[in-house]
């Protein structure tokens, strides 16, 4: 038997509709999909705490089909974990904040956290869609309100050469952000024409005033994906500690030692460096860092 015109037609539209249909419950699954329901792992997000909530923006997510699809996901909510309320032995997530389209998803930034106002500052991070789709401005998430606010482009001359994987802290106490470091990329900075470099930029950032300060750097050198801590020590708006990651020297990128600690001291815009003793950990690059210190402030342990 021969197969007429529009049997073979039929069975080709057939065929299209199977596939249209395979195609469209793939990306219903990945819409449908979340971080609370289908969680596998998530990495390069960006944190910060207030009031005991952990908030997270951005990054990457894997969801249950992970093993098979080996798919990573731009994670496009902003969600927090409630520390003071567990559900199977972890934090509740909660995943219903308020983040439209209007606010980047950004991999490798920092949220700059104030809890006195009860409000934190996205900066830096690569976009996640492999471009600086927009002009960098400085934007705000109020956790009273569930808002964002975009406060506008820096007023710094020139402006900051926005980066990804440096190290950043938001220090509540003072009512300031600092960032260092990172690598400067046209998926972090939009208008950037030249290759990926790392950054030896140093800038805070005032939540009062909402400016920027480019600040004095500790040598000169390009660094990235080290980490850096706030301590009450000094003068009245305390130390920052730096360590880690990796550095340029001689166009050679190499692992920046524990044995050797950045101390900055905010009040007086100046660096100074301590040689580490005892059993020093191994080199460690985009690694998590965290301080405690005694109720005098005698000691510090990062």
């Known amino acids: ?19 249209l249909l395979i195609v469209i419950l793939l990306i219903d699954w990945a819409v449908a999909s979340n971080p609370k329901e289908n969680f596998c792992r998530r990495y390069a997000h960006q944190t910060t705490v207030i009031d005991d909530k952990l908030y997270i923006d951005g990054g990457w997510v894997n969801f249950d089909n992970f093993p098979q699809k080996q798919q990573d996901y731009p994670n496009t909510w902003l969600s927090y974990h409630d520390l003071n309320h567990t559900y199977e032995g972890f934090p509740d997530l909660n995943i219903s904040l308020s983040k439209n389209d209007s606010i980047p998803t950004v991999h490798g930034g920092v949220l700059w956290g104030d809890s006195v106002n009860k409000r934190f500052y996205l900066y830096g991070g690569e976009w996640t869609g492999g471009s600086a789709d927009a002009v960098y401005t400085v934007l705000g998430y109020d956790i009273l309100y569930n808002y964002w606010d975009d406060f506008g482009l820096p007023s710094l001359k020139p402006p ?23 690598y400067i990329s046209n998926a972090s900075m939009s208008g950037w024409t030249q290759p990926r470099k790392m950054s030896s930029n140093f800038y805070s950032y005032s939540y009062d005033s909402k400016s920027f300060t480019q600040a004095a750097d500790p040598d000169d ?5 080290g980490a850096m801590v706030w301590i009450p ?12 990651g990796v550095v340029s020297q001689n166009n050679t990128v190499l692992p920046q030692g524990f044995d050797e600690i950045f101390v900055y001291d905010a009040t007086d ?3 100074l460096n301590q040689s580490a003793t005892g059993e020093i950990p191994q080199n460690r690059r985009q690694f998590c860092i965290d301080v405690a210190w005694a109720p005098d402030k005698s000691s510090y342990n990062m």
């Open 1 to 19: 038997m021969i197969a007429s015109y529009s049997d073979i037609c039929l069975a080709s539209q057939k065929h299209t509709v199977h596939v």
């Open 160 to 182: 900051p050469q926005i980066a990804s994987y440096g190290a950043g802290v938001g220090v509540s106490e003072t009512g300031n952000g600092y960032y260092y470091g990172g």
């Open 221 to 225: 050198l390009p660094r990235a994906e």
């Open 233 to 244: 020590a000094g003068d009245a708006l305390g130390l920052l500690v730096y360590m880690g």
């Open 269 to 271: 815009n100046s660096w």
